[in-house]
């Protein structure tokens, strides 16, 4: 089904399931444990090895010697893969560095070998005999220092150019009336997903089946083939349940590559877990940004110049994190310009983590509004709103489909009791505690990625679904079956769902926020020549037909389901492709987040009192999951703001702090109160269910408004991520 005009009526607009708060349908499953992960497909796989990875220990140069004749000889031990005998390997589309490293490292914790045994403590063991002998080159490390040497990308993260420029915006800003120009850094982040990167792998001859923990399950065929150097369709996929993602499960990993090599060289399945201290320097994560922004105004608070310009540093070849995105397209202003400009370091590879682009592009743009609203003493949700755009400002033929950011600040000011607020920063004192409140708007793109998906009928009037979407623990299953039993007319115990596997159709995967619209638009592409198969099979005029209860009505007849498949199961495949709506139009969703945070006028600890985030994301799906998936966001633009951050050792080259001991992520006592609101909204350039994604949208902006309401508690603005207390101490007030 191509998807080239603005949605009409059609059967999802009954919302008598779609729409609906049902729970998880995999909710059991997980609670109880018995959703079976990458590692434990036990009936599967018999009598499985156990990898174990040894990672480099030097970030750059390369390997002189390697000796692997005493790990061979130990107990227990099957094989030992290095470089030297891993056979041809090839290099996939997404990963920048090798999987398998050798000669060449190109990073710290580059994987040198895998180690398999009969038990996992017996490969581990003989992993530490491995002898590598290193020639160390030096290398660069500090993506601060090289900042001036970056280069323009071909591509930046999310996509699209790499710069902007419209008007004469070095003039207009020269010449107006007030000037905001100030720097803005986040660090290096880890995505510190509950599930490490784990895979189960089994070879019938040249075929391979691979249990692996991904969120794109053809992008990991696809790259496993070229790795190995196979026919792809010599591999096979299956991903049902994935213990969190967050962008680094996007793409195929050491895990996979490693496990499917072990197996080969042991004879025997091999399942392979990294260890929580390999995954940080094994493999991705977001790259620390510096970010500069201008801003040009007249007095009465009308922007006319804004630049923002993005630098991070990246392997070579490597794409930069940008955090240009939502600036092109938030605030009106004639002249304007965006940069994004990447440095090479050594550092292990930066890819997507948790809305690349938009989530650090906010942290910064959201303080810098907060800053002119105050220089222009306005109100900083009035500020935004005089500052409010319709079309594209880079672009003004294209409007935007839906754009209800204004109408989220004025719902969010009045249930979060924004005119309490005291403009004056450092006002309100509760107890050892001065209490302040922030705000920030939060724009993420609506991405729109083809996506296939096949559909039954068998003889009992059951519904089968098949795609290759994954659940990265964001709902699909539940909202995949809500939009089969709507477009069906069968209650959603009528359906089965199943996932993850790489011999369904082709998806669109979990990325971007773009799943929920794009799975869901497919599977209704599926289900319309369904319908359509079955009222041919009985006779019925599909422009006429009607599904409800169970049963296919016609003007004068109605036929039970299963009647209609008595002579044998009916199965349509088809896939949704997008035409030009999303150049025509600006599509992309929005919130407005509002934060309350108390920060100890003794210690510096800033604690997080409450938040709550209005959304306008298209069709809410499910409200139930898609509440879930914005306070996760929030969460994580929580963590972002007040604890995240990969410490880099900028003599050696690595993440020092690998493990969730030295890597902080917000648990729930920081967390204490959250609320989201949906807005009403269907967008019918999105997709034919009128729906978007909000997953990410739930942690863009979150940073900058826990930053805006540490400001309004204490005077102190902190332009430097995490706000940790040792930012915060020195500036504190005199204690009463
Ligand atoms: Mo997302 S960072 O595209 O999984």
Redesign the pocket.
């Known amino acids: 089904m191509k998807f080239d005009r603005p949605a009409t009526e059609n059967p999802i607009d009954q919302m008598k399931i779609v729409g609906q708060p049902v729970d998880r349908i995999d909710g059991p499953l997980k609670t109880t444990g018995t959703a079976p992960y990458a590692y434990e497909h036990h009936e599967a796989v018999n009598n499985p090895a156990y990898g174990y990875v040894v990672g480099s220990a030097i970030a750059k140069g390369r390997i002189r010697s390697i000796d692997v004749t005493e790990a061979e000889r130990a107990p227990g031990v099957i094989a030992v893969v290095t470089y030297r005998n891993a056979g041809k390997l090839g290099k996939g589309k997404f990963n920048t560095a090798n999987l398998l490293a050798g000669p060449d490292i190109q990073h710290y914790h580059q994987a040198t070998a895998i180690v398999v045994a009969d038990t996992f403590e017996t490969a581990r063991a003989a992993a530490q005999l491995i002898r590598i002998d290193y020639e160390r080159i030096r290398g660069v490390y500090d993506v601060a220092a090289v900042k001036d040497t970056g280069v323009m990308p071909k591509t930046i993260g999310g996509g699209g150019p790499p710069d902007t420029a419209v008007g004469d915006f070095a003039g207009a800003f020269a010449a107006a009336e007030v000037q905001l120009d100030a720097m803005y850094t986040t660090p290096d982040q880890a995505h510190a997903m509950m599930e490490p990167f784990a895979s189960t792998a089994k070879w019938d001859g040249a075929h391979l089946t691979l249990w692996t923990s991904t969120?794109m399950v053809d992008w990991t065929a696809t790259d496993l083939a070229l790795t190995l150097d196979i026919p792809k369709e010599n591999v096979r996929i299956i991903s049902p349940y994935i213990g969190g993602?967050?962008?680094g499960k996007?793409f195929l990993r050491a895990d996979a590559l490693l496990a499917a090599l072990g197996a080969r060289a042991a004879k025997r399945p091999v399942k392979l877990a990294l260890t929580r201290p390999f995954t940080f320097n094994n493999s991705i994560h977001r790259a620390a940004t510096i970010q500069r922004i201008r801003i040009g105004m007249t007095t009465a608070g009308k922007i006319t110049a804004i630049a923002h310009e993005s630098w991070s540093g990246d392997l070579a070849e490597g794409k930069p994190e940008s955090g240009v995105a939502q600036t092109r397209l938030l605030y009106a202003g004639a002249n304007r310009m965006t940069a994004t400009r990447l440095a090479v370091v050594d550092l292990p590879e930066a890819n997507?983590?948790?809305?690349?682009g938009e989530t650090p592009g906010s942290m910064a743009i959201e303080i810098a509004m907060d800053e002119m609203a105050e220089a222009l003493k306005l109100d900083p949700i009035a500020f935004r709103v005089m500052n409010e755009t319709d079309v594209d400002p880079e672009n003004p033929a294209r409007p935007f489909s839906q754009r209800q950011l204004a109408e989220c600040y004025r719902v969010g000011a009045e249930r979060f009791g924004w005119d309490k607020r005291s403009a004056t920063p450092g006002q309100l004192r509760d107890g050892r505690w001065l209490v302040g409140t922030g705000v920030a708007a939060a724009l993420r793109k609506n991405a729109l990625m083809r996506s296939g998906a096949r559909v039954r009928l068998d003889q009992t009037g059951k519904i089968t679904v098949e795609t290759d979407m994954t659940d990265i623990g964001t709902g699909s299953y539940t909202i995949i079956a809500q939009t089969a039993a709507e477009m069906m007319g069968v209650p959603l115990d009528r359906v089965t769902v199943r996932l993850g596997d790489s011999t369904f159709p082709v998806s669109a995967g979990?990325?971007?926020q773009w799943g929920a619209n794009c799975s869901t638009a497919g599977v209704y592409a599926a289900c319309t020549k369904l319908r359509d198969a079955i009222a041919a099979r009985i006779g019925f005029d599909p422009a006429n037909a009607r599904f409800a209860d169970g049963r296919i009505h016609s003007a004068e007849r109605s036929v039970p389901l299963a009647q209609a498949a008595a002579d044998g199961e009916i199965v349509a495949e088809d896939l949704i492709e997008f035409g030009d709506l999303a150049k025509t139009h600006q599509q992309a969703t929005f919130a407005a987040h509002f934060v309350e945070v108390g920060v100890d006028i003794a210690t510096g600890e800033t604690r997080i009192r409450r938040m709550l985030a209005v959304c306008a994301a298209g069709r809410i799906l499910n409200p139930k999951s898609a509440r879930s998936q914005v306070i996760g966001g929030m969460t994580m633009g929580a963590g972002a703001a007040l604890m995240e951050e990969l410490a880099v050792d900028k003599r050696l080259g690595f993440f020092v702090n690998h493990d969730l001991a030295g890597y902080e992520v917000p648990v729930h006592a920081d967390i204490p109160h959250q609320d989201v609101i949906f807005l009403d909204e269907t967008d019918p350039m999105s997709s034919p269910m009128k729906a978007k994604g909000v997953g990410?949208l739930g942690i863009c902006g979150v940073g900058a408004a826990v930053a805006n309401a540490v400001y309004n508690a204490t005077g102190i603005r902190v332009r430097h991520y995490p706000i940790t207390l040792d930012k915060l101490i020195a500036h504190l007030p005199e204690m009463a």
Do not use: N, V
């Open positions: 969120q993602g967050f962008g996007l997507a983590m948790r809305a690349p979990s990325g971007g990410e």
